[in-house]
């Protein structure tokens, strides 16, 4: 079984926090029309946010059962 590094598992839970804290942050932007997307309109905007918003709150869930 290869070990990891102490550093490396470190730097990997840090970087997937930032995912998630960025990925919420773009989808309730996208929500709130905060964030806008040229073109298309602030419903579809919404919608696409609320799908961001979703499937993140799925992947961390996913991953937290997957560590279990």
Known sequence: MVKSKPVASIVNIVAWITG????LAVGFGMV??????????????A???WVVV???IISVILAIVNKL
């Open 54 to 56: 979703i499937l993140t």
């Open 47 to 49: 919608i696409a946010g």
């Open 20 to 23: 998630v804290l960025v990925s």
């Open 32 to 45: 709130d029309g905060t964030l806008g997307v040229k073109f298309i309109p602030a419903v579809i905007t």
